[in-house]
């Protein structure tokens, strides 16, 4: 069965500096998808990066960037020089090939203080 | 990234009343689902819908609920019988794509009070 787990349930930093998300995923597929979605206070799901199980070619988007090690199962997010804007709860999330429901972790919420 | 929303954004009801959740995509999908969030919890996938059938649902997704696509455009989720327990934000998805796999991109929500 898929799992996913998100260890961290709160992180706090203060602004400007760097902070690491840590996701790790179980599955039995050899295929499979990855996707990190950031819920901010107003409560809705905001789409930031999918990844595909046989691509683990890490990505860099402004000052986000992930690291995705199938050796580890782990999909990590790391936000460089935090902004009280990146304030939310964040969710990684893993969907199969053979099913199309997205399976959460419990989120880690984040706080960036001023 | 596709447009949808949903309505209400806030329904408040007693228990045992039934509601209706609706979610309306701007431009035309093929997969739609529902997820729920129980207030500071996990999302938790509840069922997906592809060309007019369920195709998957999940153990929360009993006999109390239901789907539909009555015009071809909304999609809806009922709750015959709404528990205090139903009390969750109901989101409405879709992918952008033809595949199931592609990625699935949330409405803002619907904030379900079951009083």
């Known amino acids: 069965a898929q799992k996913v787990t998100q260890a961290q349930t709160e992180i706090s930093v203060v602004e400007k500096e760097d902070v690491t998300l840590d996701c790790v995923y179980e599955?039995?597929?050899?295929?499979?998808?990855l996707f990190w979605y950031k819920q901010p206070p107003s409560g809705e799901l905001v789409f930031l990066i999918r990844?595909?199980?046989?691509?683990?070619q890490n990505e860099i988007s402004g000052r986000y960037s992930w690291n995705f090690q199938k050796s580890t199962s782990s999909f990590n997010f790391t936000i460089t020089a935090s902004q009280v804007v990146d304030s939310a709860v964040y969710f990684c999330?893993?969907?199969?090939?053979?099913?199309?429901?997205?399976?959460f972790g419990t989120g880690t919420r984040l706080t960036v203080i001023p | 990234e596709p447009e949808v929303t949903q309505t209400p954004s806030h329904q408040v009801t007693q228990m045992g009343q039934e509601v209706i959740l609706r979610c309306v995509p701007i431009s035309n999908h093929l997969y739609f689902y529902w997820y729920r969030q129980i207030l500071g919890q996990k999302v938790e996938f509840l069922v997906s819908f592809y060309n007019n059938e369920i195709s998957e649902k999940s153990e929360i997704f009993d006999d109390q609920f239901s789907v539909e696509r009555p015009d071809g455009s909304n999609f809806t989720l009922k709750i015959r019988s709404t528990k205090l327990e139903d009390s969750a934000m109901y989101f409405c998805?879709?992918?952008?794509?033809?595949?199931?796999?592609?990625?699935?991109?949330f409405g803002p929500g619907t904030r379900l009070t079951v009083l």
């Open positions: 998805a879709i992918t952008q794509g033809a595949r199931s796999t592609d990625t699935q991109y």
């Open positions: 599955t039995r597929d050899t295929t499979y998808y």
């Open positions: 999330a893993l969907s199969e090939a053979r099913a199309n429901n997205l399976f």
């Open positions: 990844r595909n199980s046989f691509d683990e």
